[in-house]
Structure formats: structure tokens, C-alpha cells
């Protein structure tokens, strides 16, 4: 039963990946059609990502209450409806409005499966599924794309995605069985009180693992959205073939998620993090060196490689730094951190390429990158134990 529960997750990544990349590839034609400026991209993103941190902060409160089962399965019925209702939209306050459901049911379900996962599964299936994640992420646009190849429009891409969702839905609810109780999951009772903010920021080691998540997501994030810029401005690649490689970025992490759940059978997760932090150093060091395109491209592919074990082995250690009865609180402030670190820091790299120049991008991913180290050290300092579980 635990296996046939195992398949559900792995299906429930793969298909919560699908809609995180639709609005950027279907905007190019929604934008015209709503008569907006395209930069109101911008807006729907940060009602989602708002929407998402305040469910963040939310999900041991729900977890606890409902179970990791409950929750997961009502929070991806939220999402199916918002992205059904983006479907039908015809103006742009609507989707203004579906991207309010869209955000809370995405953070809700996040934490709660992260958490479900570091609580009753080795570390390499986190790898595995957060790789899951990355196939159900890429295959989102080449959905979009069929829709808009076929002549349905952005709309019936929408459409496509929220029948995967309200099917997966339906497998969620018939699965809720299989799922363990809070209190067999060894987060305690069931009546046990949910922890405040304040509370959690009281935990030895928690504030250290939020800057730790802050900065791997603005790591992340700065440099899938601004290395083709840096390419064509900077290194004077061409602008399709910068873009080319910055799509090799991503392939990185997935690629790289994949090998990681492999490479978790002989190291700890605090082992995969420090190899992770030392491989996105030595790509940043690449883009650095005067060496040409194919030195700045082997550079993208390891700051993508270094990427990948980072996310899934901080959340899979959580409960043995902090204890099981607190993980779900953890992993919920952890995510609002990763979306907080999602919305400021590729923005403020921005400013800096706008009125410095492109040419620190690097040397900004070095900054984060350095303080990504430090405050993961002092989370191991004062965390309650090493992480042994692999």
C-alpha cells in the first residue's frame, strides 16, 4: 500500500509542475487579447506568489487539523478550479481573481507533501519527485503550445491542464485512505496546537534555515531569469542562442534532481547540500573566466546542477534538524521564505543591471551564494542532530 502511495505522489508532482510555467508561455497571447500592457505579467505572478506564502504560513495549522492527505487533495482541487477559471476569463481582473485560489491552493499543498515526504520516504525519493516536478514544469508550455498550434488558444491549454488537475483530484480523494494520520506520522496528536510565527522563529536554527531557502530561491531564480540577458549583453552571444543555453539551466536541475536521488545512497543530505553549494560555485566561477560562450554555457549547466540537490535535501532534512512534531511548521515558513526570495531578489538584480550593469550578475549569484553557506553552517551548529537519514 505504502508503494501504490508512493505512485500517487510522484503523479501529484509531476502534475503540480504542469500549470507552474503556463502563464509565461501563454502570456504573449493573453496580453493582447486583454488589452493590457505585458509587463501586467507581473501582476498575476505576485497575487499567486502572495497567495502562496499566506498558505505557506498556514499549513501546519491545516495539516494538523486535516492531514497531509486532506489538505493535499483540497488544495489541488483550488488549484484545478483557478486554472479552469482562468480558462474562461475575459478580462483581466478575473484572472486578477483565480489567481487568488490559484496561490493558496499551490503553498498549501507544497508544504504539506514536502513535509509527508521527509517524514516517511529516503531522501532520494525527495530527489526524485522534485525531478518529477521539473518533467511536469517542462511539459506545461508544450501543452500550451499544442493548444495554440492547434487552433484552440490559450484557453484550451487551460483548459487541458485543469482536467489533468481535476483528475488528479479524484485520485488524491479515492487515495486518502492510504494517507497517515498527524498522529501516526509522528507529528503528534491530532489536538496538538499549531505553532505561531513567533513560535517558530523561537526554534534553534529556524531563522537560519529561512535565510538558507531565501537565498538558494533567489540563486535559483536570479539566474534562470537573467542569464540569457547576461549571454547577449555581456558575453555578446547571439540572443537565440543565449536563450538556448539558458534553457540548458533548467535541464541542469532536472537532470541534475535525478542523479542526486542516486548520489543520496552514499551521502547525507547535509553532504548532497555542501556538493550542491560547491558545484554553483564553481559555474559562477566559469562565467567569471574570459574563456568565451562555451565556458559561460558549462558554467549554467553547473550552477543547474549545483541547484538541484539544494531544494529537495534541506526539505527532507527538516524533520531530524527540528524534530518531526515541528517539521510541518518548518517546511511552511521555509516555503514562504522560497517565494519571498522568488519576488525581491531576481526584481532587485534587475535595478542593478538597469542602472549599474549586467556584468555583476555573477558576482550577485557569489553574494547570495556565500550567505546561502553561512547560515547553513550555523543551521547544522544549532539544529538538534547531523542529518543521517538517507
Known sequence: MLHLLLAVIYISFISLGLPDSLLGSAWPSMYVEFGVPVSYAGVISMIIAVGTIISSLQSDRLTRKLGAGKVTAISVGMTAAAILGFSVSHSFWMLCLWAIPYGLGAGSVDAALNNYVALHFASRHMSWLHCMWGVGASLGPYIMGYALTGGGGWNMGYRYIALLQIVLTAVLMLSLPL????????????????????????????????????????????????????????????????????????????????????????????????????????????????????????????????????????????????????????????????????????????????????????????????????????????????????
Not at 283 to 302: D, H, M, R
Open 179 to 390: 494517507w497517515k494520520k498527524p498522529s501516526e506520522s509522528g507529528m503528534g496528536a491530532e489536538e496538538a496546537p499549531a505553532l505561531s510565527l513567533r513560535q517558530i522563529l523561537r526554534i534553534p536554527g529556524a531563522k537560519a534555515v529561512m535565510v538558507t531557502f531565501f537565498c538558494y530561491c533567489a540563486v535559483e531564480q536570479t539566474a534562470g531569469l537573467w542569464a540569457s540577458s547576461y549571454l547577449a549583453l555581456y558575453k555578446g552571444v547571439p540572443a537565440e542562442t543565449a536563450a538556448g543555453f539558458a534553457s540548458l539551466f533548467f535541464i541542469g536541475i532536472t537532470v541534475g534532481r535525478a542523479l542526486s536521488g542516486f548520489l543520496t545512497m552514499k551521502l547525507s543530505d547535509s553532504q548532497m547540500i555542501r556538493l550542491g553549494q560547491g558545484i554553483i560555485a564553481v559555474g559562477i566561477v566559469a562565467l567569471l573566466l574570459p574563456l568565451g560562450e562555451y565556458a559561460a554555457l558549462a558554467g549554467l549547466i553547473l550552477i543547474g546542477l549545483g541547484c538541484a540537490p539544494i531544494y529537495p535535501c534541506i526539505i527532507h532534512s527538516t524533520p531530524a534538524h527540528f524534530g518531526a512534531e515541528n517539521s510541518q511548521a518548518i517546511i511552511g515558513v521555509q516555503m514562504a521564505s522560497a517565494y519571498v526570495g522568488t519576488c525581491l531578489m531576481p526584481p532587485l538584480f534587475g535595478l542593478i543591471a538597469n542602472h549599474i550593469t549586467v556584468s555583476l550578475f555573477p558576482f550577485y549569484l557569489l553574494a547570495i551564494l556565500s550567505l546561502m553557506v553561512l547560515t547553513h553552517e550555523i543551521l547544522l551548529k544549532k539544529s538538534r542532530a547531523p542529518v543521517k537519514d538517507r
